[in-house]
C-alpha cells in the first residue's frame, strides 16, 4: 500500500514538472539558435571585411531541418556545398521573416566594408526561429537593422510592433 502511494506521488509531481522542463529545454534550444545564426551572420560580415569582397548569408529550411551558409556573393546557394545545419527541432517561424527571398532560401549581402549591399532596404530584414507547436512568446529572431549591416537579437513579444512580433 505504502509502495503505491509513493509511486502516486511520484507519478503527480512528474505530472507537474515535465511539462516545465521540455518548456526549459525548447527555450535552451531555440536561444542557442539564434545565437548560431547571429553569431554566422556576424562572421559573414567580417569575412567580407577581411576579404574584400561582397559575402552572402543563407538561409533555408529543408527537409524539416533549418540550414545556413557563408559565401561569396558571386556564388549561387545552389552551388553552395557546405551548409551548417542548426539544432535538431528548430524551424523557421511562419511569421517575422523579412530577408530577401529568393527561390527558397533568405539571405543577406555585405559589400567588403561589411555594409549592406546596394539594395539595402530591401535587404534589411529579420530571421525568425521558433520550435513547432509553439507561441509567439517562445519566438527568437536576429534583426539586421541598418544599411551598416547593425545586428541585433530580440524575441517575439505578445502585441506587434507595426507588423512585427519579433523585435
Not at 26 to 45: E, G, L, P
Not at 80 to 90: D, R, Y
Not at 113 to 119: A, I, T, V
Request: proline share 4%; glycine share 8%; charged share 20%.
Amino acid at each position: 500500500m505504502e509502495a503505491l502511494i509513493v509511486a502516486a506521488i511520484v507519478g503527480i509531481i512528474a505530472a507537474i514538472a515535465v511539462p516545465g522542463f521540455l518548456g526549459f529545454l525548447n527555450q535552451r534550444k531555440i536561444n542557442a539558435s539564434r545565437d548560431m545564426v547571429y553569431q554566422a551572420i556576424r562572421a559573414t560580415q567580417a569575412e567580407a571585411m577581411q576579404k574584400r569582397q561582397e559575402q552572402q548569408f543563407s538561409i533555408r529550411q529543408r527537409n524539416g531541418t533549418v540550414e545556413w551558409a557563408n559565401h561569396p556573393r558571386s556564388i549561387t546557394p545552389a552551388q553552395v556545398t557546405l551548409w551548417n545545419p542548426l539544432i535538431e527541432g528548430v524551424v523557421l517561424a511562419d511569421i517575422d521573416n523579412t530577408l530577401t527571398p529568393s527561390k527558397g532560401v533568405r539571405y543577406v549581402q555585405f559589400d567588403m566594408y561589411g555594409n549592406l549591399r546596394s539594395k539595402a532596404i530591401r535587404q534589411q530584414g529579420t530571421v525568425t526561429l521558433t520550435v513547432p507547436s509553439a507561441n509567439r512568446l517562445t519566438h527568437r529572431c536576429v534583426v539586421v537593422s541598418t544599411v551598416l549591416g547593425a545586428l541585433r537579437k530580440g524575441q517575439g513579444h505578445k502585441r506587434p510592433n507595426g507588423k512585427r512580433h519579433c523585435y
